[in-house]
């Protein structure tokens, strides 16, 4: 088991930027894939990045490519969503999530362990 806590987020707007942390603990951080995931009101949660244990591998949705980057500091632990150019639409709860699988990161159910979320809210 993992145990993950995000941190970072809150208001700003339109075009602005946020940080998000996740700080990981219990289980080898080293060794497993590091995600993020969003839910809107009213909307399922979905897949927006993650990244490979050594950093080689950082699938995006199409939704956040080229204004979103995730990073990983396996010394400290700890994941990031640095979100540049934000947009009232991504506006979300963010969640940090853990898994041992390298395939099908894009679904829910390839992920064992969860945050407990993070809000987000891009004012226009």
């Known amino acids: 088991q993992v145990q993950l806590v995000e941190s970072g987020g809150g208001l700003v707007q339109a075009g602005g930027s946020l940080r998000l942390s996740c700080a990981a603990s219990?289980?080898?951080?080293?060794?497993?894939?590091m995600g993020w995931f969003r839910q809107a009101p009213g909307k399922e949660r979905e897949f927006v990045a993650a990244?490979?244990?050594?950093?080689?591998?950082?699938p995006y949705a199409d939704s956040v490519k080229g204004r979103f980057t995730i990073s990983r500091d396996n010394y400290e632990n700890t994941v990031y969503l640095q979100m540049n150019s934000l947009k009232p639409e991504d506006t979300a709860v963010y969640y940090c999530?853990?898994?041992?699988?390298?395939?099908?990161?894009?679904?829910?159910?390839?992920?064992?362990?969860w945050g407990q979320g993070t809000q987000v809210t891009v004012s226009s």
């Open positions: 990244i490979s244990w050594n950093s080689d591998s950082t």
């Open positions: 219990g289980r080898t951080f080293r060794r497993i894939t």
């Open positions: 999530a853990a898994t041992a699988r390298v395939y099908g990161l894009t679904t829910l159910v390839s992920w064992d362990n």
